[in-house]
């Protein structure tokens, strides 16, 4: 006997391993395309992770503890989502972009260490690996330095990838400072799955006329292994994919090394052979190489090349996703200047340490001060990254008067922080890692999107929802608020 329970339309697309649904028709109708064997493996995955998560925080010590969502704005990071107020008309509180001082307050109150698998909001552009409602795992620590964070994270990571995905590492990871990843790599959270790192030609790219390099800061490129066979087509699209408006560079400048070593250029009206020999043994070219130059202002030059570099991973099939090379960025700047707004910004947040031996800088020289921050790296991916805090509240006001604050503006913004800190605030430090950056490596995507049930769509929208949404009038005179045509 069959008995129906409930009939179903046809579907408007194949709901098998393999859709023909498109992606904004499958968010429309996402509780049927979470009915796809590849998102419920994707929703098994987070659901293991989360429970190996607290298995091992708990196991070290570590209390879950759950912070509110309704706080207060603070100027400082992306855009706040804001939610007004109704019993305290014309006032907003604010979703949080991270727990960042609550858990600093909850180091003050006297719980040693905490940590929490937690919603976090930003109201900024979108791309795949970001969302504007994003999982964050948030922890914290008290009376620890950087290294016993290094040393706990490491573990935690190392369990992960044990007990997720089977895959052991039995050495220490790479440690590197911010300075060595952007002169090799162009970024700070480059992709160690594959070499051709950049080299810095600059003392022998100068002097020879050509123009291009003579007024550069910097010249710099690397060497694409085996590529000496592409065409002039293949060459040309590299070129193409430089100018593009994402990576931005004018032109790119190619050296070919061939089978026999000899050397072939596009700037040999400028150099000789035994110029290019030079930057090919500065570049350690081997035979069957393809040389890749940029240049222009320095760190701009190394951006532009870094995306190169990625591309010709991609194109040589270097970017394995079942490939994993983890790594610790250290010895971040603790400033970045804007010279459109002439000012210093944190390069972490404000509530970042100084490394003890930067702090005689701090108001002669502060572009100099390092900061006591890490970053997790994994496959060209940033997927958390924490500091040891600021515990002593004459520093921190001298961190907030250097970012532009007065002390009127930081009492204002951050005066239930500083006032605790009078209480005694125990040295500390955390982290946080981004819960579904780090689902979507080890589930071998591109996108967080597919590991998240209701995702929202690149416009910031949830289409099956249909919201963000127009509200009644009369909610909108319960809170006071008037609407006015956007420009």
Same mark, same amino acid.
């Given at each position: ?61 570590? !209390? ?7 706080? $207060? ?32 307050? !909850?180091?003050?109150? &006297? ?67 911010? *300075? ?40 710099? $490129? ?106 610790? *960025? ?49 496959? $060209?991916?940033? *997927? ?19 970012? &532009? ?9 951050? &005066? ?7 209480? $005694? ?34 416009? &910031? ?19 006071? *608020? ?6």
């Amino acid at each position: 006997e069959v008995k129906i329970l409930n009939e179903s339309q046809t579907p408007p697309f194949t709901i098998e391993e393999n859709s023909d649904g498109g992606d904004d028709l499958r968010m429309k109708y996402r509780y049927l395309d979470l009915r796809r064997p590849p998102l419920q493996r994707n929703m098994e995955l987070r659901h293991r992770m989360a429970i190996a998560i607290r298995t091992f925080l708990d196991k070290e010590g570590f !209390l879950e503890i759950e912070t509110p969502y309704l706080v $207060g704005s603070t100027p400082e990071g992306a855009r706040d989502f804001v939610v007004p107020s109704r019993m305290n008309p014309n006032q907003f509180y604010a979703l949080p972009q991270s727990p960042q001082t609550l858990k600093q307050l !909850l180091m003050v109150a &006297g719980y040693d260490r905490y940590f929490q698998i937690v919603r976090c909001f930003r109201d900024e552009d979108l791309r795949a690996d970001r969302q504007p409602e994003f999982t964050q795992i948030d922890c914290e620590m008290s009376f620890v330095e950087q290294e016993d964070v290094l040393e706990i994270f490491e573990r935690w990571a190392k369990y992960m990838f044990k007990d997720v995905m089977n895959v052991e590492f039995s050495e220490p990871f790479q440690r590197m400072p911010w *300075i060595e990843a952007m002169e090799k790599y162009g970024s700070d959270k480059p992709d160690l799955r594959f070499g051709m790192e950049f080299h810095d030609i600059t003392d022998l790219a100068h002097g020879h006329s050509f123009p291009v390099f003579d007024d550069a800061e910097y010249v710099v $490129g690397f060497a694409a292994t085996g590529c000496a066979g592409y065409t002039r087509k293949q060459i040309d699209a590299l070129t193409d994919y430089v100018k593009r408006p994402q990576v931005g560079a004018k032109g790119l400048v190619w050296i070919r090394m061939d089978e026999q070593g000899n050397l072939k250029s596009s700037i040999d009206k400028f150099f000789s052979a035994e110029d290019l020999k030079a930057i090919a043994e500065r570049m350690e070219a081997k035979p069957g190489d393809l040389m890749l130059v940029l240049c222009g202002k320095k760190f701009k030059a190394l951006t532009q090349l870094c995306a190169l570099r990625l591309h010709v991973g991609e194109l040589l099939g270097l970017r394995d996703p079942k490939k994993f090379a983890p790594l610790w *960025i250290v010895d971040f700047p603790m400033f970045e200047w804007d010279d459109e707004t002439e000012r210093y910004y944190a390069m972490h947040h404000p509530f970042t340490s100084p490394k003890p031996e930067d702090v005689q800088y701090l108001e002669s020289d502060p572009g100099r001060v390092r900061a006591n921050a890490y970053d997790f790296v994994c496959n $060209g991916t940033e *997927i958390g990254g924490g500091s040891i805090r600021i515990h002593d509240a004459q520093l921190q006001a001298l961190i907030f008067k250097i970012l &532009g604050f007065t002390p009127e503006k930081a009492q204002e913004q951050f &005066g239930f922080l500083m006032n605790a800190f009078k209480f $005694g605030a125990p040295p500390h430090g955390g982290l946080a890692f981004g819960f579904d950056r780090l689902c979507s490596l080890f589930g071998g995507s591109e996108s967080i999107r597919d590991f998240i049930a209701f995702p929202k769509n690149n416009a &910031g929208r949830d289409v099956m929802l249909d919201a963000p949404s127009t509200i009644d009038q009369a909610q909108l005179d319960e809170l006071y *608020i008037s609407l006015v045509k956007p420009e």
